[in-house]
């Protein structure tokens, strides 16, 4: 079977390309049959936009998204800054008794190193819908009335917001309990990936960052 094959961040400069045709029969011949060496610990892979198990069959013409280890109402992707205002907004209700905010933004030191900004790449496509299921998620979890994530990708400066998250619900409880739930598990389900470039060099980050 002929597929597409699509690689982000730290896979797309290993390889030195972002996508391009192969054959294979299933999720699990994918990766041999790039020749990248050894497989990544904790790759995930992404078809025609939805999480597979290496044993899924593939189609002609499948699109095989390569997910590297990720950080990660309306769920958007976008390049332009982030409004904490305009995410409130979009959750609020006159019914709610409380809006849970969580803000994210770019610092200067990290793990001992002068951060000079940073870059964030997506799946953009896959990485709404994902959001959107979290949000699915935790509607389940908890009593809510809306859940509205935004991210922020390519070049974000120091101090500059890179994830915005509001959920509104009757109660705080609820409310703020979402929250941190939202993106404790964006960053490890949601792909997304960010490089930190810093004084002498730069490195992607892995999931959970």
């Known amino acids: 079977m002929t597929v597409h094959v699509r690689l982000f961040a730290g896979l797309r400069e290993r390889a030195g390309w972002s996508s391009r045709e192969i054959e294979a029969a299933t999720v699990a011949d994918v990766w041999p049959a790039l020749g990248l060496g050894s ?18 069959e593939l189609r002609d013409g499948d699109e095989v998204a390569l997910i590297p280890p990720v950080s990660g109402g309306a769920f958007r992707v976008a390049e332009e800054p982030l409004s904490l205002e305009a995410v409130v907004d979009e959750v609020s209700d006159e019914s709610a008794g409380a809006v849970a905010t969580f803000l994210g933004t770019v610092r200067r030191e990290s793990r001992g190193r002068t951060v000079l900004y940073l870059e964030y790449e997506a799946y953009a496509e896959m990485a709404e819908d994902v959001m959107a299921q979290l949000a699915t998620e935790l509607e389940q979890r908890y009593a809510l009335w ?41 960053k490890q389900t949601v792909p997304l990936w960010k490089k930190e470039v810093y004084e002498g060099g730069e490195e992607w980050l892995g999931r959970g960052s």
């Open 146 to 186: 809306a859940v509205a994530i935004h991210h922020r990708v390519g070049r974000v400066e120091i101090g500059e917001a890179s994830v915005v998250i509001a959920v509104s619900a009757p109660h705080r409880q609820d409310a703020l309990a979402a929250c941190k739930a939202a993106i404790d598990t964006l």
């Open 39 to 56: 497989e990544p610990q904790g790759l995930l892979y992404a078809v025609n936009r939805e999480y597979a198990e290496r044993d899924r």
